[in-house]
Every structure is written in structure tokens, then in C-alpha cells.
Antibody
Framework: EVQLLQSGGGLVQPGGSLRLSCEASGFTFNAYEMNWVRQTPEKGLEWVAYISPNGRTAYYAKSVQGRFTVSRDNAGNSLFLQMHSLRPADTALYYC?????????WGQGALVSVSS | DIQMTQSPPSLSTSVGDRVTITCRASQNIIVHLSWYQQKPGKAPKLLIHTASTLLSGVPSRFRGSGSGTDFTLTIDNLQPDDFATYYCLQTYSTPPYTFGQGTKLEIK
């Protein structure tokens, strides 16, 4: 069974940085692409970032391009999202997710609040 | 980027009803469409992938159909556990991926 355990999140001032982590178990982590998705009551679910199984390819939503970086440590079965230059509009519940059809799974979510 | 238009935003329904939710893509996504169910305080849960393939363990009253740009999630004989918010997700080609706006099923 896919399990994704998230950590990180919290309150940060505008312009600040934060790092989210996601520890995977129950599947062959290094074989699957991973994603970050965020959710707000106003905008619903928003895909944020994708990383390929070997970590060499990443894609980002336009809203975070240049500020967020997705990475992974396949030896440690972990996924990361480094967030810089945070804005109030980045306030959301962030999920790590395997959106693969055959090994689907989502983390429990981490709340990121950007406010002064 | 591909836009997904999901409707209706909400639906007031009763146990035993049949419900239909639609998603329309702004371009041909073949069958790269998934349906998720989300309950309050929980992460989304995959129900259907590749437009019509039910995940193991998902009740057969859930049915997905469509291809190209028009997709439908049908729930027959609605059960109390089905009252939740449903989202479609397109994963055609390379990202960006796009979710629909969501449909909240409420008890009438």
C-alpha cells in the first residue's frame, strides 16, 4: 500500500522560504514520477510540480516557476519541495502525490501559510 | 495549457439517485482523465483512471466514460458514503496537469 508521510509547512512571512518533505513507502519509489498539488477553498486543487522517476526532469505550474524547486532522494525514498519568495497567494494545503494510475497515493497534506 | 471545465459545481441529491458529473477539456486528451473523490479533511482518493477504468475496490456503481474532450462520471444508486466532492484531472502528455473545479454532492 502506498504511504506518503509529509513534514514541513508552517507560517512564513512574505518573501520567505520553506521546505516540504514527503517520505514514501509501500512501493518502488524510484520507479515512479511524483507530484506536488496544493489546495485552497477558493481555487480547489492546483497541480504545482512534477518530477520524473530519476529526478532529472521537472515541470512547474506557471504560478510557481522560478520560485519553487522539486527534488527527490531515491536512496531515501523522499520527495521535497523547496519554496522561495513565498507570497500570500501561495497559502494552501500542499500534498505530495503519486498520480500514477497503478500506484496512486497522496500524503496527508501540509499547511503553508504566508502572512506578515 | 489544457483547461478543464467541470460541471455542475454542486448537486443536491438523495440516497438512491443517479448522479452525472461532466468534465470538458479544452483540447483532445484522448483518455488521459482521472476522477477523484475527496471528503472533508482528507486527501483526494483516486476512483477511476484512463477515463473509465475503476480502481480495485471502488464500487461498481461508479462509472466513467468519454474520450477526446468530453468525459462523464456517473454514480448509480447513490449511497450515504458517496456524499463528497469529486474532481477530474487531466494528465495528457507532459505537465502542466489540470484539475476540474470540483463538484460537491450534498444531501437533499
Amino acid at each position: 500500500e502506498v504511504q506518503l508521510l509529509q513534514s514541513g509547512g508552517g507560517l512564513v512571512q512574505p518573501g520567505g522560504s520553506l521546505r516540504l518533505s514527503c517520505e514514501a513507502s509501500g512501493f518502488t519509489f524510484n520507479a515512479y514520477e511524483m507530484n506536488w498539488v496544493r489546495q485552497t477553498p477558493e481555487k480547489g486543487l492546483e497541480w504545482v510540480a512534477y518530477i520524473s522517476p530519476n529526478g532529472r526532469t521537472a515541470y512547474y505550474a506557471k504560478s510557481v516557476q522560478g520560485r519553487f524547486t522539486v527534488s527527490r532522494d531515491n536512496a531515501g525514498n523522499s520527495l521535497f519541495l523547496q519554496m522561495h519568495s513565498l507570497r500570500p497567494a501561495d497559502t494552501a494545503l500542499y500534498y505530495c502525490a503519486s498520480m500514477n494510475d497503478f500506484v496512486p497515493g497522496w500524503g496527508q497534506g501540509a499547511l503553508v501559510s504566508v502572512s506578515s | 495549457d489544457i483547461q478543464m471545465t467541470q460541471s455542475p459545481p454542486s448537486l443536491s441529491t438523495s440516497v438512491g439517485d443517479r448522479v452525472t458529473i461532466t468534465c470538458r477539456a479544452s483540447q483532445n486528451i484522448i483518455v488521459h482523465l482521472s476522477w477523484y473523490q475527496q471528503k472533508p479533511g482528507k486527501a483526494p482518493k483516486l476512483l477511476i483512471h484512463t477515463a473509465s477504468t475503476l480502481l480495485s475496490g471502488v464500487p461498481s456503481r461508479f462509472r466513467g466514460s468519454g474520450s477526446g474532450t468530453d468525459f462523464t462520471l456517473t454514480i448509480d444508486n447513490l449511497q450515504p458514503d458517496d456524499f463528497a466532492t469529486y474532481y477530474c484531472l487531466q494528465t495528457y502528455s507532459t505537465p502542466p496537469y489540470t484539475f476540474g473545479q470540483g463538484t460537491k454532492l450534498e444531501i437533499k
